[in-house]
């Protein structure tokens, strides 16, 4: 019952501004998003849901930067749920202090945002405000599971 998120080399977040969906785009590297796209669209058939290209690379939640192996993407994206608008969301804020019993190097107390998980994805944390805007619990599909939300920080 709590949320954690990566939170990179500061105990604090940095607050970016919510992503935007382009208006019209395309990607021919997959046939069904070939054709033009308006804004947020389900073409990828992606199981976490709609997506669509950013008019704001480095938003909050801009997939691109947030999911570790996505650097090589031409282009920044973000998951844009069932409408064609991104709902803005609060920025993640880690918790002060945590602890996380089912991995060894976590079961001490950790400050804010640490790297005892030791994810090449960076320093995370457990946040306070689950839902927020980087909330890879929400964010990933199939981290549904975790006990908690969590950030790269």
Same mark, same amino acid.
């Given at each position: 019952?709590?949320?954690?998120?990566?939170?990179?080399?500061?105990?604090?977040?940095?607050?970016?501004?919510?992503?935007?969906?382009?208006?019209?785009?395309?990607?021919?590297?997959?046939?069904? !998003?070939?054709?033009?796209?308006?804004?947020?669209?389900? !073409?990828?058939?992606?199981?976490?849901?709609?997506?669509?290209?950013?008019?704001?690379?480095?938003?909050?939640?801009?997939?691109?930067?947030?999911? #570790?192996?996505?650097?090589?993407?031409?282009?920044?994206?973000?998951?844009?749920?069932?409408?064609?608008?991104?709902?803005?969301?609060?920025?993640?804020?880690?918790?002060?202090?945590?602890?996380?019993?089912?991995?060894?190097?976590?079961?001490?107390?950790?400050?804010?945002?640490?790297?005892?998980?030791?994810?090449?994805?960076?320093?995370?944390?457990?946040?306070?405000?689950?839902? !927020?805007?980087?909330?890879?619990?929400?964010?990933? #599909?199939?981290?549904?599971?975790?006990?908690?939300?969590?950030?790269?920080?």
């Amino acid at each position: 019952p709590y949320s954690w998120t990566y939170c990179g080399p500061h105990d604090d977040v940095e607050e970016k501004d919510p992503c935007v969906c382009e208006e019209t785009w395309t990607d021919d590297s997959f046939a069904p !998003c070939a054709s033009e796209q308006k804004g947020c669209t389900g !073409c990828f058939e992606d199981p976490g849901g709609k997506s669509c290209r950013v008019v704001n690379p480095g938003c909050a939640t801009d997939m691109k930067e947030i999911v #570790p192996g996505n650097e090589s993407w031409p282009y920044s994206w973000t998951y844009c749920g069932p409408h064609d608008d991104v709902e803005e969301k609060d920025p993640c804020v880690c918790e002060e202090t945590w602890t996380d019993d089912s991995f060894a190097p976590c079961a001490s107390e950790q400050k804010g945002c640490t790297g005892c998980f030791e994810d090449p994805g960076g320093k995370s944390c457990r946040v306070v405000n689950p839902g !927020c805007a980087t909330d890879m619990k929400e964010i990933v #599909p199939g981290n549904e599971s975790w006990p908690y939300s969590w950030t790269y920080c």
